[in-house]
């Protein structure tokens, strides 16, 4: 039973599309994350939700715009893609950041490739 | 200044080996603090938290200088199945009062035959 799921785990798409990426968590946590990998494979948080509240918005271009329709669900829409794009994104939830503890845990990542 | 920094490695190191990767971060009142482990192409998962006191869990040792602000992980005997990336991971409070994970760049390990 996989406790952190997004999709799709692929996603080929052109230039100037738009396409989301979708994320749930069974875990009961309170906060979920997007981050993004790029080609140096270094791990950069993107945004941050809080019992479907945004919190941390780690200045990003706002083509892209997160969405939580609930506190087990982080969404992820890109418009206009860029070749600049292309990374892999990683959702990931935790309980009780606002105390400092906890593990975050990760999604399996989707590989976005624009073209 | 990164807020997380690693020596990116490589390490090569032969089987049974002992390596050490050593961790500094900048924010002091960073709370929490984590080695996590990425497989190429996969996601990060933990590999262990890091305690005030120092922790170990089997063959893997992590430390935390508080004053000297770095953190440390140590593989002894080290197995070909060792061979990924561990990523340094720091629990900082962010400018909107709620804490988010800082990841260092990583230190590829790889274990030779």
């Known amino acids: 039973d996989t406790a952190v799921s997004q999709t799709p785990k692929y996603l080929v798409t052109q230039m100037g599309n738009d396409k989301s990426i979708k994320c749930e968590q069974n875990l009961g946590h309170d906060t979920m994350y997007w981050y993004k990998q790029d080609s140096k494979k270094f791990l950069k948080i993107m945004f941050s939700y809080n019992n479907k509240e945004l919190i941390i918005n780690e200045t990003v271009p706002n083509r892209f715009s997160p969405k939580s329709p609930d506190k087990a669900h982080l969404n992820l829409h890109i418009n206009s893609l860029e070749l600049g794009d292309s990374a892999v994104y990683f959702c990931?939830?935790?309980?009780?950041?606002?105390?400092?503890?906890?593990?975050?845990?990760f999604g399996q990542g989707t590989r976005l490739t624009v073209v | 200044r990164k807020e997380v920094e690693q020596d990116p490695g490589p390490f090569n190191v032969p089987e049974g080996a002992t390596v050490a990767f050593n961790c500094t971060y900048s924010?002091?009142?960073?709370?929490?603090f984590f080695w996590y482990r990425q497989d190429c192409r996969k996601e990060p998962k933990l590999l262990m938290s890091?305690?005030?006191s120092g922790n170990e869990d089997g063959r893997f040792t992590a430390q935390l200088n508080r004053a000297s602000q770095y953190i440390s992980l140590l593989i002894r005997d080290s197995k070909l199945s060792d061979s990924a990336t561990y990523l340094c991971?720091?629990?900082?409070?962010?400018?909107?009062?709620?804490?988010?994970?800082?990841f260092g760049t990583g230190t590829r390990l790889k274990v030779l035959a």
């Open positions: 890091v305690y005030s």
């Open positions: 924010n002091s009142a960073s709370q929490s």
């Open positions: 990931a939830s935790s309980q009780a950041p606002s105390q400092g503890r906890g593990e975050a845990f």
């Open positions: 991971v720091v629990n900082i409070l962010s400018t909107s009062g709620t804490y988010k994970y800082i």
